[in-house]
């Protein structure tokens, strides 16, 4: 005999084969709700002893970069010898001051004394051969007289005997035979002493030229000589300009070739600033610039008078000049600090600088959750930057804090609890 079977009811119908999908149904409801609402964010827990806390403010942002320049004179000359030769003597030793025209070294050069020596004799040689020529000239010139001399008296003796001819001739007791040969001689030798007029007219313009060549042969080479003696006086290198002598790269018995580089003198009448700046800001900088800097308990400015294109080593170069007043005491190689000021200040949201942008370069940060338990990683945007702080351009408001230490043992971790 069948048994009916009674209905579940309470706990038993809800444990029973049928509820089952109804309790798979809730089971996968709250597990998708569980993802949705769950953190996925990694966690690190951290010492707060450990790290610095700074807050970002709403300030003045003054645009300027620290950087370091070392003092130079503005004018330096280098100390070069014209002659070649072996230091004999060093007469002022490096860093002693210095007036234009002292002797520094001396050198010795016998080359240069036998060539002296050569030029002296040959001017020698050649002063003999213009007295030579000009005795033999003048030897010539009195020949060529006495030959004129005589011949004018010819021609004198040959007109008388003419006009006789031609009285005679006149008179008819000579024949014109006679008469004619009287005249031919006669005009012959007027010829001849014509001749030999024109010849001395055209010696003596020879001999003007010939003098003057020779005479201006012995000139050059007294300026030649006096030009070699020069060189002689230029075994001394005397210094060109007052000053100090910065440097002095000779030792005795060395010798030293013409337009080589031994010393330099400094001028110490004014100084410049040499500084090399990160190409980072090779854009910004430009000639006129000013920098401040805080030498003596004083307060000093100078202004970039040149900057150079060229990048070496990730640096550029330029050269500051100062505006007014420079330091007393000021010496060569002296390291400045200078403020050097980029733009004009503005408003801005800052951050104090850190060792965290070494991590994360500017495009996020750890912010400090408002009760102070835990900071939670966010992107931000930095711009400028001066040696005290960072401009915060986007991601942060005023009065918002943040992790500004290192990072470098928090790894990729997105939630730091305290």
């Not at 503005?74 to 003597?89: A, D, F, L, N, Y």
Request: hydrophobic residues 35%; negative net charge.
């Amino acid at each position: 005999m069948d048994r009916p079977i009674e209905k579940k009811k309470g706990l038993a119908l809800a444990f029973s084969a049928k509820a089952l999908p109804w309790w798979l149904g809730v089971f996968m409801a709250a597990f998708i709700l569980w993802l949705v609402i769950r953190d996925d964010s990694s966690t690190l827990r951290v010492d707060a002893e450990n790290i610095i806390i700074s807050e970002a403010v709403l300030g003045e942002f003054n645009d300027y970069i620290r950087i370091s320049g070392n003092v130079l004179p503005m004018t330096t000359v280098q100390v070069s010898p014209r002659e070649s030769g072996i230091v004999e003597k060093i007469h002022i030793e490096e860093g002693s001051s210095v007036k234009a025209g002292d002797i520094i070294i001396s050198l010795s050069n016998d080359d240069l004394d036998l060539e002296i020596l050569n030029s002296e004799a040959n001017l020698a040689e050649k002063e003999n051969t213009l007295r030579n020529t000009m005795i033999q000239m003048e030897q010539e010139k009195m020949q060529l007289n006495l030959e004129i001399l005589s011949l004018s008296t010819e021609v004198n003796r040959k007109g008388r005997e003419f006009e006789s001819q031609k009285r005679l001739l006149e008179d008819g007791l000579i024949g014109k035979e006679e008469f004619l040969r009287s005249e031919e001689d006669y005009t012959l030798y007027c010829r001849k002493l014509d001749v030999l007029r024109a010849r001395a007219r055209q010696d003596s313009m020879y001999r003007d030229v010939q003098i003057k060549q020779i005479e201006e042969s012995i000139g050059n080479m007294k300026i030649n000589m006096q030009r070699i003696r020069r060189r002689k006086d230029n075994l001394d290198v005397r210094a060109p300009m007052d000053g100090e002598l910065g440097l002095l790269e000779v030792t005795l018995g060395e010798s030293i070739s013409s337009g080589r580089k031994i010393g330099q003198i400094n001028s110490l009448e004014s100084y410049k600033i040499e500084s090399h700046i990160d190409e980072h800001y090779i854009d910004r900088i430009n000639p006129g610039l000013r920098a401040t800097f805080e030498r003596q308990d004083e307060d000093f400015e100078a202004v970039i008078r040149k900057v150079y294109p060229e990048v070496r080593n990730g640096k550029f170069q330029a050269d500051f000049r100062f505006s007014e007043n420079q330091p007393s005491n000021i010496r060569t190689g002296q390291t400045y600090y200078l403020n050097l000021q980029l733009g004009q200040p503005e408003k801005a949201i800052l951050i104090p600088r850190g060792t965290f942008y070494q991590k994360t370069g500017g495009k996020w940060i750890y912010v400090v959750a408002p009760d102070g338990d835990k900071a939670v990683k966010r992107e931000i945007r930095i711009g400028r930057q001066n040696p005290q702080y960072y401009e915060v351009q986007e991601g942060l408001t005023p009065g918002e804090k943040v992790i500004t230490s290192g990072y470098d043992t928090f790894g990729d971790n997105e939630v730091l609890v305290f």
